[in-house]
């Protein structure tokens, strides 16, 4: 198993940035593939990027593409997603995810949540 802590978020100016954090416990944080979503209140939640174990491969939602970057640190058991040139429809609860089961777009597909860190874009 793996537990997963959130970290990062805040108010920010559209235009600006934040870097999230995503801390995970245990040993085997290399071992699971990693996702980002994101949640706004009466949708449901949003795929919004995932890499590899090794950081081998990455994917991200089209609205976020050239504009985020997920990335890891396997030793640090840390996983991150740099959030440039916020907008305002990028306000939303982030949320990490490990261990995708099939297609990692999904979020029924991922095994592990973090509890989510709150992101608020200001126009």
């Known amino acids: 198993q793996v537990q997963l802590v959130e970290s990062g978020g805040g108010l920010v100016q559209a235009g600006g940035s934040l870097r999230l954090s995503c801390a995970a416990s245990?040993?085997?944080?290399?071992?699971?593939?990693m996702g980002w979503f994101r949640q706004t209140p009466g949708k449901e939640r949003e795929f919004v990027a995932f890499?590899?174990?090794?950081?081998?491969?990455?994917d991200y939602a089209p609205a976020v593409k050239a504009r985020f970057t997920i990335s890891r640190d396997n030793a640090k058991n840390t996983l991150y997603l740099q959030m440039n040139s916020l907008k305002p429809e990028d306000t939303a609860v982030y949320y990490c995810?490990?261990?995708?089961?099939?297609?990692?777009?999904?979020?029924?597909?991922?095994?592990?949540w973090g509890q989510g860190t709150q992101v608020t874009v200001s126009s």
């Open positions: 245990g040993r085997t944080f290399s071992t699971y593939a």
């Open positions: 995810a490990a261990d995708p089961s099939r297609s990692y777009s999904y979020a029924d597909a991922y095994n592990y």
């Open positions: 890499i590899t174990r090794r950081c081998g491969s990455t």
